[in-house]
């Protein structure tokens, strides 16, 4: 059954790169790069069966995940996040309210502006902070989540972000001031969210509470 669903994830992970390249105008992958997207959707799809098992929940999860690796690529070449994928989110955020009906709708409304207001405030405070495309798929996830996962997926995203830009300096591949995407981090975190958000937000009330 894994090796079922890594096949399906890898011919969705292939269908998602050609078209969000294609999209993007974006050239084709070389070497190794070809098998990045197909690799990362096989895990993804597996991760989410195990997660939620044969489910509709999984298959929401993997819808959503193929919209957030589209947005990641598109994201990480050009530096925009196309507003057709984020339109695309909000059907399934909707779905959601029914297949993960312990999210209710006043923490939906929370999320909706838990993290995407501060990015806007953010973004009109400093130039560049913040892209449009980054503010809005943290609008429409923070309905998906919920506030409290909502905060966790923009925590892993910063910690992830962070570490990739550390990374980049480092290695002399990216200049001090010069602008990163985010898009892919927060893609990231928001997937990382739907999975184990709940487990890892308990978790760390339990340490507090302790």
Not at 188 to 197: A, E, K, P, Q
């Amino acid at each position: 059954m894994i090796i079922l669903i890594a096949i399906c994830g890898i011919i969705i992970g292939g269908i998602i790169n050609t078209t969000a390249r294609r999209a993007g105008n974006l050239p084709k992958p070389a070497g190794l790069s070809r098998l990045y997207a197909p690799t990362i959707m096989a895990i993804a799809c597996i991760l989410c069966v195990l997660r939620f098992g044969l489910s509709w929940a999984a298959l929401l999860a993997i819808a959503i995940a193929t919209i957030l690796l589209a947005i990641s690529i598109i994201d990480y070449h050009t530096s925009e996040i196309p507003n057709a994928l984020v339109i695309a989110i909000i059907p399934l955020a909707i779905a959601a309210i029914w297949v993960w009906s312990e999210v209710s709708l006043l923490s939906r409304g929370i999320g909706f502006l838990s993290i995407s207001l501060p990015m806007l405030l953010a973004a009109m405070a400093i130039s560049g902070a913040f892209g449009g495309g980054d503010i809005k798929l943290m609008a429409v996830c923070g309905f998906l989540l919920g506030w409290q996962n909502t905060i966790l997926a923009f925590f892993i995203a910063l910690l992830l972000g962070g570490g990739w830009a550390i990374y980049l300096m480092v290695s002399g591949k990216r200049k001090r001031g010069q602008q990163m995407v985010f898009g892919p981090a927060l893609c990231v975190g928001v997937f990382l969210s739907i999975l184990y958000g709940n487990e890892i937000v308990n978790w760390y009330i339990s340490l507090i509470i302790m």
